[in-house]
């Protein structure tokens, strides 16, 4: 276990969360890196002895950390801006691993995307066909394309995480796939190197996955009937982790659907997992400011707040809350919000949990490294926490915390007249 109590004390491997508080003070994200190598390592595992990559998705933690370690392990990446491409080949990731995703690539990005010579562009549209062939051409290029093909699964998630349906923006329609890659092999400036999908985010059962890679096998044979073989499938991320006391399907239970599905087929199979690899690896560390008793609910006001996590807000996301000091919960402990500093009634961590707590004391909302520092802002002018990693019974900062003056750095007042 990654964080459990010792001598009472709720620890990160073998470092006390107190001591991580005193010495770099809070609000605090916590990273476990033996628990991040556990969690890819299961993944590289279940695929041994196949061709394949595992692509980290970059946007649910993109720490150079993070991403260094990933690259160590032998990891790929996928990424969904040049942005995250330029923090891959910072923290030393290989672009020639990396899948390129999203429906809005602006030319520029594509650009770099070609110039940094990544493994595939995944498209997901007609028109970004057509403006990735123009680029490649104007460079000399061929650029390794696939197509994200969205076939209309449900991945019964979140609607704002599920990815995969009709009236979603994601994908092309599975019905045009046949007559898009037809389209794309004539183009001078593509060279067509796989086929993608992914339906969605926090799927806690494998069927819907399993369903999409059904569908996403079948087109391919289509396809080989039509003349056009490819190198690789990619079948996305959005395996699930536990947050609370949920059913969840492990890992292994994607992994062998989604290998039952491709039977014998050659295509290298790459599979872009996120949450799955850092989401409990991680944690917010946050301190207690007050204790507010009401008429109507207690509360809990403490020094994280929604800039800093914002999936409660935003998804109505449950995260565990933990006491740092371990305590019994007697008589005095009450039902709690644990809400932070910011000016909107959104601005809640946790709702109705039975705390036993003091001003001053420490909480640490778990579960909280994936989608966790990557979403946070500078609402209310706050400055943005501060990373550590825990590795080998030591810990080292990752970033620091945001200095108030960086957080208008780039603003200017005009010249009034
Ligand atoms: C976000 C995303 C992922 C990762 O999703 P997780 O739920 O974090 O595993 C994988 N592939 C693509 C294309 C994505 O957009």
Redesign the pocket.
Known sequence: MAFAYRSGVLCAEQVSLEDIARQFGTPCYVYSRAAIERAYREYADELSGRSSLVCY?V??NSNLAVLALMARLGAGF?I?SGGELARVIAAGGDPAKVVF?GVGKSAHEIRGALQAGVLSINLESEQELARVNDIAVSMGKRAPVAFRVNPDVDAKTHPYISTGLKQSKFGIAYADAERLYREAARLPGIRLTGIGC?IG??MNDSAPFVAATQRIVALLARLEEGGISLAHIDL????GIRYQDEAQAPVAAFVHGALDAIGQRKEKLLL?????IVGNAGLLLTRIEYVKPGEAKNFVVVDAAMNDLIRPALYDAWHEVRQVREVELDAAAGVYDIVGPVCESADFLARGRKLAVRPGALLALMSAG?YGMVMSSNYNTRPRPAEVMVASGAVQLVRRREAVGEMFAGERVPEWN
Do not use: C, Y
């Open positions: 998705s946007k649910a996928d969904v995703s992914h985010s926090l996305g991320g959005g395996m872009d997992p996120g949450r799955s994936a």
